[in-house]
Structures are given as structure tokens and as C-alpha cells.
């Protein structure tokens, strides 16, 4: 079957090299059975949590309002983003490689905010907090906690086959998406997660910066 593949038949590397961010090849046409996106967050739920907290919630949203909702908040944080300065589109742009590179990822991306209503199913981390507020100080020690383990879902979600795509774009509209998700005051959206079949057979490691460019040993 096209586009899908077992945990089996990817080693480690080429699951951890060939995870890409999907949009224009998300298969919008096909249903995703909901035991699938369980089974990975199942092992999501592996990853680990400061002081092993676990407080981190999962919204997989399917129904046709809410993800038409979203869309729409989606789609206006987007084109904020997208029309401003310091968006992906504009970086780069003294350097022919890399700007060619951007100009792929903003085509991809705004296809994707006309097609994120019909996404099958869209995946909102979210950690929970003791108060409504976020805690001052460490904000790295709170995400984490959540973020390790969005990661090992788009991994899972790899290996069973499906595509997604990590964006936090709709964040720029949080409260709004907070309300039509139903979501109490201390608990914190992380991202959202497109989530669908893909089309073709695969993919193929992205192009990086050399690891010399990046790479410090002891001190900077």
C-alpha cells in the first residue's frame, strides 16, 4: 500500500532523517482510523517529563466544525505572520541556496493554510500547569515536558504511515483557540499537529547546515 509503512521496515536513522514536515503531500482525501493516531501517542506517552509529571493532555480534533474552526484561526495568525517582517519567507535572502530553500517552505505553507480545515485529523499538545497563569521563571524545564513527546508522536506517526506537519502559528490566536476547544485556564496549548496519510512513496533527508558550522567543543 502507498504510503504506508511498518516501525519494521525503517531503521532509527532513516526514521529519524526522513520525518518531514508534510503539508502539500497530505493525502486529504483519506479517512485515518482513530486507533492509528492513538497507537501514536501511546508511544508518545513514553517520552520523558520533568519530575515525571506526565501532565501533558492530547485534543485530536475530527469533527468538521472544530477543525474548520481552527482552520480559520489558523488562517488568520498565518497571514499576519506571513505578511510581517521576520517571516520565513524573508530570511536568507543574501543567500541564493537557502532563500530558494524559504521560498519552497512559504509555497508549501500557504498551502497549507487554505487546506488545514480539510485535514483529517489535527493534533493539539497541551501541558497543564497549577495556575492559569504560566510560571515564571524556567520555561524550558516546563515544555520540556510536552515537547519531547510531540516529537515522538510525529515519529510514531511516521512509522505507522502517516504525515504531519508541527506548527504554532495558530498560537498567535491561543485564547480564541482556547475557548473553541473547551480548554480549562491552566491547561497550555504546545502546538498543532496536522495529521493525515501521505501521498508517494517516502521522503528523503532534508538539506542542513554542516555540522562544523554548528558544532562547539567546550567553550564557544
Not at 137 to 153: H, I
Request: proline share 6%; glycine share 6%.
Amino acid at each position: 500500500m502507498i504510503g504506508l509503512m511498518t516501525a519494521g521496515e525503517l531503521t532509527p536513522e532513516e526514521l529519524l532523517t526522513t520525518t518531514r514536515t508534510v503539508r502539500k503531500r497530505l493525502d486529504l482525501t483519506r479517512p485515518v482510523p482513530l486507533d492509528l493516531v492513538e497507537k501514536a501517542l501511546t508511544i508518545a506517552l513514553q517520552a520523558p517529563s520533568g519530575s515525571n509529571r506526565q501532565n501533558w493532555h492530547w485534543l485530536v480534533v475530527t469533527d468538521t466544525a472544530q477543525r474548520a474552526g481552527l482552520a480559520e484561526l489558523y488562517r488568520d495568525a498565518a497571514r499576519e505572520y506571513f505578511g510581517g517582517p521576520g517571516s520565513a519567507g524573508t530570511l536568507f535572502a543574501d543567500d541564493p541556496r537557502r532563500a530558494a530553500a524559504q521560498q519552497r517552505v512559504v509555497a508549501s505553507a500557504e498551502y497549507l493554510i487554505d487546506k488545514m480545515a480539510d485535514v483529517p485529523v489535527l493534533v493539539v499538545p497541551c501541558i497543564q500547569t497549577d495556575e492559569a497563569e504560566l510560571p515564571a521563571g524556567n520555561q524550558a524545564a516546563l515544555w520540556a515536558s510536552l515537547l519531547p513527546a510531540v516529537w515522538s508522536y510525529q515519529l510514531a506517526a511516521r512509522s505507522l504511515g502517516l504525515g504531519t506537519a508541527w506548527t504554532t502559528l495558530h498560537l498567535r490566536r491561543e485564547k480564541a483557540a482556547a475557548e473553541l476547544l473547551g480548554l480549562p485556564e491552566n491547561i497550555h496549548q504546545g502546538a498543532l499537529i496536522p495529521t493525515a496519510f501521505y501521498t508517494g512513496d517516502t521522503f528523503k533527508p532534508a538539506a542542513r547546515q554542516p555540522l562544523s558550522e554548528v558544532l562547539h567543543l567546550d567553550r564557544w
